[in-house]
Nanobody, 125 residues
Framework: VQLQASGGGLVQAGGSLRLSCTAS????????MAWFRQAPGKEREFVGA????????YYEDSVKGRFTIYRDNAKNTVYLQMNSLKPEDTALYYC???????????????????WGQGTQVTVSS
């Protein structure tokens, strides 16, 4: 599956952004989807993920209560709604896909098969 992420930008602390990731192909509902981020000089880190049917989102602790992942399988798109943004959220955000219609949580980059190109989020203080 090919992924195209969009929606990044510059926002003040406390603001909101919504990222989108649209997949090509007809089997989007067979994929668990995730968002990762990478700040300069740091490793890529897990932000959150969602099961193939959208029923099971889960998050990294620092974004719980601020970020929400949801998906629209009819549109082949997964979203990351980010509220109450902080300067430490500044990073290049990537979406990723894993062919999986089962359960389980997958929090490492190596768990995912396909990646989008990244979209920059910058939060000013």
């Amino acid at each position: 599956v090919q992924l195209q992420a969009s929606g990044g930008g510059l926002v003040q602390a406390g603001g909101s952004l919504r990222l989108s990731c649209t997949a090509s192909g007809r089997s989007f509902s067979s994929y668990a989807m995730a968002w990762f981020r990478q700040a300069p000089g740091k490793e890529r880190e897990f932000v959150g993920a969602i099961s193939w049917n959208g029923n099971w989102p889960y998050y990294e602790d620092s974004v719980k209560g601020r970020f929400t992942i949801y998906r629209d399988n009819a549109k082949n798109t997964v979203y990351l709604q980010m509220n109450s943004l902080k300067p430490e959220d500044t990073a290049l955000y990537y979406c990723a896909a894993r062919a999986d219609r089962g359960g389980g949580e997958y929090r490492y980059p190596s768990d995912y098969d396909s990646w989008g190109q990244g979209t920059q989020v910058t939060v000013s203080s």
